[in-house]
């Protein structure tokens, strides 16, 4: 047998046909870009200018490095290390604002879902502050909190609660009654309710709400960052446009899909797998 | 020893958000059921069913009548009187064991007790090698079984069953049946089952009551005598009793059906 089919077969059992013909085609999209824009360094289509090659996105990373003593100072997020610095400081304003606006949001949300009065409350104040989209309040947030953490975490909260809010109610109104009944006359109380037929019934929801506010909450953040922020990924990009330092802004775009792309991987479809597809409450395509 | 459960001048109006006019569902209903007894309920579509049987579960309210469980006015759900509902009868987040262990986890059994009696339960519907699936993928007649088992293991004075076999299949039906009557055997329950089709309402019941069209009325009650053991359906087309209680009910029935058409 040959080595290239030595090498698939021995794939075809560690991943199994289905995941890999999943992998693969999920992955053709990505080698495409990568391909045009490897030949857009040979070629030069584009000036360097606005499309760095890859490797000098490569080098920008020791660049932002430089001085970087190690470790002690990568978690003492010390200015040395402007990269790393400058995600974690990202990082941990979404983790806030994530464990701040989720359990809130999907809180209110359930008990509008379930209480009428509840959602002809806040139904329409979350109607307007939708409308506001996030970044429109940065102005506002920063003549409230100034420059800095206040203002990100109140644009992205902005954002997340109302997302997972209006998700989690549609949710729970998607719910067939019975369910609700059939605990109720097994002798179950009202928070039995909530616990055990509203948040697993809302899940497909609540786990889609989560998506949506990983995708817009990041949105909302780079913008704050950019304009209302004293470090972050958003503001490391914007300072480097300030002074065309191309491959920098592309490194720091590319940071932000890669830990998108990370948090979904591994904790969104964990989470999917574990629930909503676990209980059957969700129909897939083959 | 009075009845487990009495019914006095039960009447129901539903209003109408709309047109302002209410809709009237049940008009004085009396009757009791004994303690131990199957009765079962037939009536045409919209006869108002189902508004008894929630009112009976307490999960609709009533202002006109009174209705008792051992005694105790009925004011809201409580685990004395187990529901079997037609879809949707089980949580679709809990596997086999757990929804049917669902009754006596509300009831803080402790768990040593509850996997007992969820064990015992799940032989008797025959479930077993299912305790760890999901409801998504059961077949719809094990689903009706795991619900009757649910609602069963939570022990309820009296058991409600709305229309739990419509939605399965002919020859599924037959075998659930004859299942329930082995289980209302091996229980002692008392049981008000609520059905459309006559030969259910026959097959399974002591006592069968018909009701007429919109508002319900019970217009009449049809006995069963079969002892419940003889009950299964390779005997019962030769049963003389059980094709007299059938066409008398479906007389009833179609009676009711084409006075009101006319
Ligand atoms: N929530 C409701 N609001 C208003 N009217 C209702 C409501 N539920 C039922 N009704 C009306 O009350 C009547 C009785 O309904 P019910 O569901 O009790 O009938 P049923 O005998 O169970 O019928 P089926 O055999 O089709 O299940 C129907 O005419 C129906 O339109
Ligand atoms: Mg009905």
Known sequence: ???PRNIAMALYRRFGRQRLRRIALGSIPFIVLITLWYMNGIFHWLPPVFIPTIYSVFEAIFVLQEGCAGIVEIVALDNNCLMTTNIFSSLGRVVLAMLVGLPLGIGFGILAGMNRTVSKFLEPIGIFANSISGIAWVPLAIVWFGVGWMTTLFIMLNTIFWLMFFNAMLGVRGISRTYEQSVLTLGGSSWDV???VYLPGAMPSIISGMRMSMGFGWRALIAAEMIGGDSGLGFMIFSSAEEYKVEEV????LIISMIFLLTDRYLLMPLEKWTSNRWGLVWRPA | MPAKLIVQGLSHHYPDEYTGESVHALDDINLEVEDGEFVSVVGPSGCGKSTLLNILAGLLPYREGSVTVDGNVIDGPGHDRG??????AILPWRTVARNIGHGLELQK??????????KEFIDLVGLEGFEDRYPHELSGGMKQRCAVARTLCADPVVMLMDEPFAAVDAQT???LQEELIRISIATKKTILF????VDEAAFLADRCMVFSRRPGRLIATVDINIPRQDRNWNEMSSNSEFTRARDQILKLVRGEVSADEA
């Open chain 2, 173 to 175: 039906r037959i075998t």
């Open chain 1, 194 to 196: 909530i616990t055990q």
């Open chain 1, 250 to 253: 592309f490194l720091g775009v």
């Open chain 2, 83 to 88: 529901v079997v509902f037609q879809e949707h």
């Open chain 2, 109 to 118: 059994v402790p768990k040593g007790e509850r996997n007992r009696k969820v």
């Open chain 2, 194 to 197: 609520i059905t459309h089709a």
């Open chain 1, 1 to 3: 047998m040959s080595i």
